[in-house]
């Protein structure tokens, strides 16, 4: 069974800091781009940034540029998402998803194979 499991989220102020995590297991993670993506009350889910599994190339939605980032260790099979300066925006439910190949350019709510739950990130004024 495929399994990503998004965790680390939680109530944090604004100026604040979160990481989440998101662990995958049940496909060959060295060969898939995984991402995270977010979904607002009443807004339709974003990709915020993914990773090539082989490469490590990144993507970033321009609106997190310079304040998240996102990193994967192969090892353990599992890829962080640090965020930083954390504002009511961010506000979100954050999915990790993955999807066979490379193309972490993409990074699309729709390209995406496997899907997790979600974990929910709320930030106070």
């Known amino acids: 069974d495929v399994q990503l499991q998004a965790s680390g989220g939680g109530l944090v102020q604004a100026g604040g800091s979160l990481r989440l995590s998101c662990p995958a297991s049940?496909?060959?993670?060295?060969?898939?781009?995984i991402g995270w993506f977010r979904q607002a009350p009443g807004k339709e889910r974003e990709g915020v940034s993914c990773i090539s599994s082989t490469s490590g190339n990144t993507y970033y939605a321009t609106s997190v540029k310079g304040r998240f980032t996102i990193s994967s260790d192969n090892a353990k099979n599992t890829v962080y998402l640090q965020m930083n300066s954390l504002n009511q925006e961010d506000t979100a439910v954050y999915y990790c998803?993955?999807?066979?190949?490379?193309?972490?350019?993409?990074?699309?709510?729709?390209?995406?194979?496997?899907w997790g739950k979600g974990t929910q990130v709320t930030v106070s004024s």
């Open positions: 998803a993955a999807d066979y190949g490379s193309a972490y350019y993409i990074c699309s709510t729709y390209g995406m194979e496997y």
């Open positions: 049940g496909f060959t993670f060295d060969d898939y781009t």
